[in-house]
């Protein structure tokens, strides 16, 4: 009876400790997307409260635990023109979670390997709110975020792979 309690309360603890990733792909000025098919550990939706331009935004999520995860998303754009990429997690506040090792095919990256301009945070990145940044690593928030335009062709899909945990 001990060990099961013990057991329950170590699951408890790992529950509530868990956090989503979360990275959001917007179509820019009305391009729509398709979501490919979700990798292991990614489930993806489109943005519900944008009605009639729902399928112009895509969420791809995931749990992330302390150590780190390969996780993949994929899509493929209805249209040419440039994709907003946004780095961020569930959580508005509390921990962050981490994004490393990024690697993208079907489109181009601007420093995917995150190194650090000459204000300390990551060269060709968009930040919003206060994310932070450290050995090419991008720690994010629901409102504190790391984004960045990629161009994309109609019906290329695009992969982006990357390591995730949370801090």
């Known amino acids: 009876m001990?060990?099961?309690?013990?057991?329950?309360?170590l699951s408890l603890g790992t529950l509530l400790s868990a956090q989503n990733f979360r990275i959001d792909v917007g179509g820019?000025?009305?391009i729509s997307l398709a979501a490919g098919t979700p990798a292991e550990g990614v489930t993806v939706q489109?943005?519900?409260w944008q009605k009639e331009n729902r399928d112009k935004r895509l969420l791809f999520s995931g749990k992330v635990?302390?150590?780190w995860l390969k996780r993949s998303i994929s899509f493929t754009p209805k249209g040419n023109g440039m994709v907003s990429v946004s780095f961020m997690s569930n959580s508005k506040d509390g921990a962050f979670v981490s994004y490393r090792n990024l690697e993208?095919?079907?489109?181009?990256?601007?420093?995917?390997?995150?190194?650090?301009?000459?204000?300390?945070?990551?060269?060709n990145w968009l930040k919003l709110g206060k994310p932070e940044y450290r050995?090419?690593?991008?720690?994010?928030?629901?409102?504190?975020?790391?984004?960045?335009?990629?161009p994309c062709k109609e019906g290329t899909p695009v992969t982006l792979t990357f390591e995730v945990r949370s801090e």
């Open 135 to 150: 050995d090419q690593t991008i720690l994010c928030r629901h409102n504190d975020r790391f984004s960045q335009l990629i």
């Open 28 to 30: 820019d000025k009305g």
């Open 2 to 9: 001990k060990r099961a309690l013990i057991l329950l309360t």
């Open 46 to 48: 489109q943005a519900a």
């Open 65 to 67: 635990g302390k150590e």
């Open 104 to 123: 993208i095919a079907g489109s181009t990256l601007k420093n995917v390997k995150l190194e650090a301009g000459k204000n300390g945070l990551p060269a």
